[in-house]
């Protein structure tokens, strides 16, 4: 079992920058991957990392706005968004998994979800 605890999600202006973490805790995977769901939509990829070479990829629509990172002592991944846009506007959610998909299938475990809501 592998358990996520996601935190950092809030309300902020559009152009402002938020820092979502994902602290993992239990057996590891390879990938860790960042999705969200806004209302009425269905759940979408935005980002992976792997764990041991830290290689990343991103969905077309945040590509050079977002970045996420991981620390491997603290067990710990970042999604760092920049550039927000009110389009932004959903529950994220960090998963582990061992493909690193982008899809959400391709993950076994979630966290709870953080809202992130940006005013325009």
């Known amino acids: 079992q592998v358990q996520l605890v996601e935190s950092g999600g809030g309300l902020v202006q559009a152009g402002g920058s938020l820092r979502l973490s994902c602290a993992a805790s239990?057996?590891?995977?390879?990938?860790m991957g960042w999705f969200r769901q806004a209302p009425r939509k269905e759940r979408e990829f935005v980002a992976s990392i792997n764990w041991s070479g830290g290689s990343t990829y991103y969905a077309d629509s945040v590509k050079g706005r977002f970045t996420t990172s991981r620390d491997n002592t603290k067990n710990t991944v970042y999604l760092q968004m920049n550039s927000l846009k009110p389009e932004d506007t959903a529950v994220y959610y960090c998963?582990?998994?061992?493909?690193?998909?982008?899809?959400?299938?391709?993950?076994?475990?979630w966290g709870q979800g953080t809202q992130v809501t940006v005013s325009s």
């Open positions: 998963a582990a998994g061992r493909f690193g998909r982008t899809v959400p299938t391709g993950y076994d475990y």
């Open positions: 239990g057996r590891t995977t390879d990938y």
